[in-house]
Nanobody, 126 residues
């Protein structure tokens, strides 16, 4: 069974840290692109980070650059998002998405026909 499961969300104080995990089962993440997205109430889903398992390249949205780090553990078939210096505006449901491809895909439209997880809630209090 093909499945993506996000975990690691929770409640954290402003300035704190969380590490999100996106674990894949039923397929290997090799030769895929993985994106992290988030959606807050009243806002569109936005891409925040992405990584290519083929090249190791990654990218970040300006709003999280310097604070978030995306990484991949191929042995665990898992992609992580380390989130530091969290702000209340980071509060959202965070999703991972996976698509085939050797390139780096970072936009929501790039994952229109992709596998998506169910999301994990991140709440940052002030």
């Amino acid at each position: 069974q093909v499945q993506l499961v996000e975990s690691g969300g929770g409640l954290v104080q402003s300035g704190g840290s969380l590490r999100l995990s996106c674990a894949a089962s039923g397929f290997t993440l090799d030769y895929h692109s993985i994106g992290w997205f988030r959606q807050a109430p009243g806002k569109e889903r936005e891409g925040i980070s992405c990584i290519s398992t083929s090249t190791g390249r990654s990218d970040y949205a300006d709003s999280v650059k310097g604070r978030f780090t995306i990484s991949r553990d191929n042995a665990e078939n898992t992609v992580y998002l380390q989130m530091n210096s969290l702000k209340p505006e980071d509060t959202a449901v965070y999703y991972c998405a996976v698509r085939r491809g050797y390139g780096l895909y970072c936009s929501k439209g790039d994952y229109e026909n992709a596998y998506w997880g169910q999301g994990t809630q991140v709440t940052v209090s002030s």
